[in-house]
């Protein structure tokens, strides 16, 4: 009832093209933004999963060839190209990023369809990648962990916003190169609950990926506090 009276006041648009949506959808993204996300397809690299240009070579991406990663598997639904100013996803993305509507929980579902790159079974938990308090005071959510909240709706499992939390406020990732990244990020996580992990299968989320950099840090720091695996999944994979 309340939702009637607010679409009708505010008629819902689609974040990514800005076309108003039917007042009766429950819609959040138009149809053809949904139909424009470029999904990932194999071949894609079997421990991050970057696209591959052709299967064989191995599996396996140059980055996870020459240095061992601290997450199992991370899985993304779609590339993302943080440099384009088109492109549903990335709009999405940044409107969710710099907005403040939480009707955007519901796009970013949306936008991750109807299958997950995971099935049920595998992990007991689902953390998103925290924010710095600070930058969650000036934000108001975390986009993360709305993402988180619907993955784990899907696997049936508990999201915990509490276990990982980010104890410094690291500058925005500019860097290219993976070790360049992961120096930025270190030491920025901790374990604030390891009973909520010790021997725990723990599936990290975030909005998007781009070397691993930050989950490879996240992992470690649960992989240390006593997770038994920890294991990725982005809406978004920065190429
Ligand atoms: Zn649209
Ligand atoms: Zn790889």
Known sequence: ML??????VYPPSCPGCGARLPIESDHRVCAACIASIDRILPPFCSICGEPLR????????????????????ARSIARYDSSSETGALGAIIRHHKYGLDQSLARALAECIGRTLPFERGHHDLVAPVPLHRTRLRWRGFNQAALLGMEVARRLEIECDTTCLERVRATPPQTARDHNSRRRNVRRAFRVAHPDKIRGRSVLLVD????????????????LAAGAVAVDVFTLARAL
């Open 207 to 222: 909005d998007v990926m781009t070397t691993g950099a930050t989950a490879d840090e996240c992992a470690d720091v649960m």
């Open 3 to 8: 939702n009637a009276l607010l679409n009708f």
């Open 54 to 73: 052709s299967a064989g070579s191995g599996d396996l991406c140059i980055r996870c060839r020459s240095a061992p990663r601290r997450f199992r598997i």
